[in-house]
């Protein structure tokens, strides 16, 4: 096995570099496309462009549920979730999102298609305003700037090379946008949550491109491979107890936060591997190859 990447990386190290770039491509394309389309790059829940969270905890369950209240108000657009215990498949109860809706007028709705009587011991309600969630969105957005901005800065300052450097961060730039492309492509609504675990894995991806670019640039060119597959044992094995981590965490959890943020990191782990050791690790052969004047 060894041997067999010890070819790839020796032998096709740019086809390596250029078979994520394409993935990048494609997920730029997506997003833009989003944004000509829907006027943004990825689609907002209630969280982050305003509206109502209504959860109702009932062991029942309302099949027609969406489409009765779709009825009662026409022109909006309601997403109905329901959360089941893991263990035993019980239902638990019941989430709806809606926005422009004020709550008295959901629970009002909610009492008559269910039956139920709603009380603050089975139900709840969160009502968020359109210019609240506009601005946690712009926050976000910008936190995420900032988070790449002093990451870039932290990463030239330690190597003091521009092309190992800028391996790092794009790699980790490419990781975000593929896996939010990724996403979005399957109808994800991001929501506050979601854009903190996009933070959370910029943060990891980091991680594995420097132990990846550290390892490398401390090998001569005889070497380089050796560097490869040291960062590429320590870094799947934190891959592979994350994912492990993460999946568990997805299966078994009730909560559609928490499900969000572990199913962003889960895909994103599967493209930090793709990033990882087929985009900069390329690069990084590439350059250290005709730094130190090796003849391809």
């Not at 092309?163 to 990781?175: I, Q, T, W």
Request: proline share 2%.
């Amino acid at each position: 096995m060894k041997d067999k990447l010890k070819g790839l990386y020796s032998t096709h190290y740019k086809k390596l570099f250029f078979l994520p770039l394409v993935l990048l491509l494609l997920g730029i394309i997506i997003l833009a496309n989003n944004y000509l389309t829907n006027g943004d790059i990825i689609d907002k829940d209630v969280s982050l462009k305003g509206g109502t969270i209504a959860t109702i905890y009932t062991s029942q369950e309302f099949s027609t549920l969406q489409e009765q209240l779709a009825v009662q108000f026409p022109g909006k657009e309601f997403v109905v979730q329901y959360l089941t215990e893991f263990s035993t498949g019980v239902s638990l109860g019941v989430v709806v999102e809606v926005s422009d809706i004020e709550p008295d007028a959901l629970h009002a709705a909610l009492e008559e298609i269910t039956g139920l009587a709603l009380t603050p011991e089975n139900y709840s309600v969160e009502f968020i305003g359109g210019s609240l969630g506009e601005s946690f969105y712009q926050q976000m957005l910008v936190a995420i700037l900032l988070a790449f901005l002093f990451m870039a800065i932290v990463v030239f300052v330690t190597f003091r090379s521009p092309v190992p450097s800028f391996a790092v961060v794009f790699a980790a730039f490419a990781d975000m946008v593929c896996t939010v492309a990724f996403l979005s492509l399957f109808g994800m609504q991001f929501s506050t949550a979601g854009i903190a675990a996009v933070l959370l894995l910029v943060g990891y991806s980091i991680d594995t491109d420097i132990l990846l670019t550290t390892n490398m640039l401390r090998r001569n060119e005889a070497g380089l491979f050796e560097g490869v597959y040291r960062s590429m044992k320590t870094g799947l094995t934190m891959t592979a107890a994350a994912f492990a981590v993460m999946g568990v965490g997805y299966f078994v959890s009730s909560s559609l936060v928490i499900k969000q943020m572990f199913l962003i990191i889960i895909v994103g782990l599967c493209f930090d591997v793709i990033m990882t050791y087929g985009m900069n690790a390329g690069l990084l052969f590439w350059y250290l190859k005709k730094k130190r004047g090796s003849v391809e």
